[in-house]
């Protein structure tokens, strides 16, 4: 179990299936970080090393950042890695009970989740419906190295702008928030039965190739509601000018000077 809940033993395994994955170990203290730090510069990330999503989870910037995160870090082991820009490409998928692949699908995301808790950010994301040949490759070898059998599995990699792939971290589970939903539409198919069925020694039915492009948009409800008020302050101002203009007593109409909605 522990490559499979330990950030830093995740990486170990990455690393055994020869995939780059972000300079980073476990920190004990402000030397050991700073050790690091020295040799990858800021910024930085501090997570739990056994952690869930983005629960609890920074980007560290500079030494007074540092100094403060020591000062307020909860009780527990803290993975420090390098900050790597770029965007989260997940290969998603099942596995049978020998660990052959019997369903793949990947997806591309607008963001990081440390991104969406930390800053505040709406997030989008959606499927690929053919996964590019350098992901398929890492992912399978990745895989094949932490040996899951009878599994969901979603593996998340940095595309940097240079195109390059590196591992993040691996959870042995379906993605979260609308992710099977968008499995079943994507392929016309209904994964929570095949898992079922896998289960039970029955044979699956799922297709090979997905026959849709698929997506998901997630707005906080604060940030919906602020964009509801300007859009109504743009509406009421248009609408203010226009009684205005055809009363004469505005030379231009809102639309003529510019404004819109």
Same mark, same amino acid.
């Given at each position: 179990?522990?490559p499979?809940?330990?950030?830093?033993?995740?990486?170990?395994? /990455?690393v055994?299936?020869? +995939?780059?994955?972000? $300079?980073?170990?476990?920190?004990?203290?402000?030397?050991?970080?700073?050790?690091?730090?020295?040799?990858?510069?800021?910024?930085?990330?501090?997570?739990?090393?056994? @952690?869930?999503?983005?629960?609890?989870?920074?980007?560290?910037?500079?030494?007074?950042?540092?100094?403060?995160?020591?000062?307020?870090?909860?009780?527990?082991?803290?993975?420090?890695?390098? /900050?790597?820009?770029?965007?989260?490409?997940s290969?998603? &998928?099942?596995?049978?009970?020998?660990g052959?692949?019997?369903f793949?699908?990947?997806?591309? #995301?607008?963001?990081?989740?440390?991104?969406?808790?930390?800053?505040?950010?709406?997030?989008?994301?959606?499927?690929?419906?053919?996964?590019?040949?350098? =992901?398929?490759?890492?992912?399978?070898?990745? =895989?094949?190295?932490?040996?899951?059998?009878?599994? /969901? #599995?979603?593996?998340?990699? #940095?595309?940097?702008? !240079?195109? $390059?792939?590196?591992?993040?971290?691996?959870?042995? $589970?379906?993605? @979260? @928030?609308?992710?099977? !939903?968008i #499995?079943?539409?994507?392929?016309?198919?209904? =994964?929570?039965?095949?898992?079922?069925?896998?289960?039970?020694?029955?044979?699956?039915?799922?297709?090979?190739?997905?026959?849709?492009?698929?997506?998901?948009?997630?707005?906080?409800?604060?940030?919906?509601?602020?964009?509801?008020?300007?859009?109504? !302050?743009?509406?009421?101002? +248009?609408?203010?000018? =226009?009684?205005?203009?055809?009363?004469?007593l505005?030379?231009?109409t809102?639309?003529?000077? &510019? +404004? $819109?909605?």
């Amino acid at each position: 179990m522990e490559p499979l809940k330990y950030k830093s033993k995740m990486k170990e395994v /990455f690393v055994r299936a020869g +995939i780059p994955v972000a $300079r980073g170990r476990v920190v004990e203290d402000l030397e050991s970080a700073e050790a690091l730090i020295k040799k990858v510069g800021y910024p930085v990330v501090a997570k739990p090393d056994n @952690g869930v999503g983005a629960a609890h989870t920074y980007r560290i910037n500079n030494k007074n950042e540092l100094v403060d995160f020591f000062k307020t870090k909860p009780e527990m082991d803290y993975i420090m890695e390098e /900050f790597i820009q770029g965007e989260i490409h997940s290969f998603n &998928g099942l596995t049978d009970k020998e660990g052959r692949v019997i369903f793949l699908n990947s997806f591309i #995301f607008s963001s990081g989740i440390m991104e969406v808790v930390n800053e505040d950010l709406n997030i989008f994301y959606h499927s690929q419906k053919e996964i590019p040949m350098d =992901l398929k490759e890492m992912g399978l070898r990745a =895989l094949k190295e932490f040996n899951l059998k009878e599994r /969901f #599995f979603h593996l998340e990699f #940095f595309r940097t702008e !240079d195109g $390059r792939l590196i591992a993040l971290e691996i959870n042995v $589970r379906p993605p @979260g @928030g609308f992710s099977m !939903d968008i #499995f079943n539409y994507q392929n016309d198919a209904d =994964l929570y039965k095949e898992y079922a069925k896998l289960v039970m020694n029955h044979e699956t039915e799922i297709p090979g190739s997905p026959s849709y492009y698929c997506g998901y948009v997630g707005i906080k409800k604060h940030h919906l509601l602020r964009r509801l008020i300007r859009h109504m !302050d743009i509406y009421w101002s +248009i609408k203010a000018q =226009l009684l205005l203009y055809s009363q004469g007593l505005l030379e231009t109409t809102p639309l003529s000077s &510019g +404004i $819109r909605n």
